[in-house]
T-cell receptor, first 110, second 119 residues
Framework: GQQLNQSPQSMFIQEGEDVSMNCTSSSIFNTWLWYKQDPGEGPVLLIALYKAGELTSNGRLTAQFGITRKDSFLNISASIPSDVGIYFCAGPYNTDKLIFGTGTRLQVFP | GAVVSQHPSWVICKSGTSVKIECRSLDFQATTMFWYRQFPKQSLMLMATSNEGSKATYEQGVEKDKFLINHASLTLSTLTVTSAHPEDSSFYIC???????????????FGPGTRLTVL
């Protein structure tokens, strides 16, 4: 079946550093979504990508839809403590369902 | 906009009892809601798709008689875990799609989750 693999699995960085994570798939997606989940909370949508090659920003976050349609990247610039959480990529299948990636756990130290 | 609530936020119950979890879209209508389960340090796994006015569709391996879903209105879906056992302890999260977001058909908005602990 489909799988979305995220790397790295976890990151420990210092406040102010930039962060980069990616998501790869064994199949093609027409949409990529990036979510952040805080501990004990539901995921919150950060960025949605709808076109191959698309580069979209949301504040300090920038995400790109890979040309092959099998990958996507999320970058966070100048990290701050509230960036701590788990970042998930997600892609649609079977019309309206979403499959989630394995997640990247981010820890930011002051 | 696009706020989804869940109730309760956490519940502890005895083995063998049933637990009902509510999912509401507060400021939009949703013909489709989704129920996910998330075990510690794992990703979200889709359990079922809840359709207003019709039967839910379950993912492979999810027992429909154990996880009863009712979607009685465009703003409310309920998940009932029947005869709960300790292995059902998990974080249950619902999501909904906003019908008005025609240009974003795949975006789902998530509730805050319900932590179920079965003793």
């Amino acid at each position: 079946g489909q799988q979305l693999n995220q790397s790295p699995q976890s990151m420990f960085i210092q406040e102010g550093e930039d962060v980069s994570m990616n998501c790869t798939s064994s199949s093609i997606f027409n949409t990529w979504l990036w979510y952040k989940q805080d501990p004990g909370e539901g995921p919150v949508l950060l960025i949605a990508l709808y076109k191959a090659g698309e580069l979209t920003s949301n504040g300090r976050l920038t995400a790109q839809f890979g040309i092959t349609r099998k990958d996507s990247f999320l970058n966070i610039s100048a990290s701050i403590p509230s960036d701590v959480g788990i970042y998930f990529c997600a892609g649609p299948y079977n019309t309206d369902k979403l499959i989630f990636g394995t997640g990247t756990r981010l820890q930011v130290f002051p | 906009g696009a706020v989804v609530s869940q109730h309760p936020s956490w519940v502890i119950c005895k083995s063998g009892t049933s637990v009902k979890i509510e999912c509401r879209s507060l400021d939009f209508q949703a013909t489709t809601m989704f129920w996910y389960r998330q075990f510690p340090k794992q990703s979200l796994m889709l359990m079922a798709t809840s359709n207003e006015g019709s039967k839910a569709t379950y993912e492979q391996g999810v027992e429909k008689d154990k996880f009863l879903i009712n979607h009685a209105s465009l703003t409310l879906s309920t998940l009932t875990v029947t005869s709960a056992h300790p292995e059902d302890s998990s974080f249950y999260i619902c999501s909904a799609r906003d019908l008005e977001l025609a240009g974003a058909p795949n975006e789902q908005f998530f509730g805050p989750g319900t932590r179920l602990t079965v003793l």
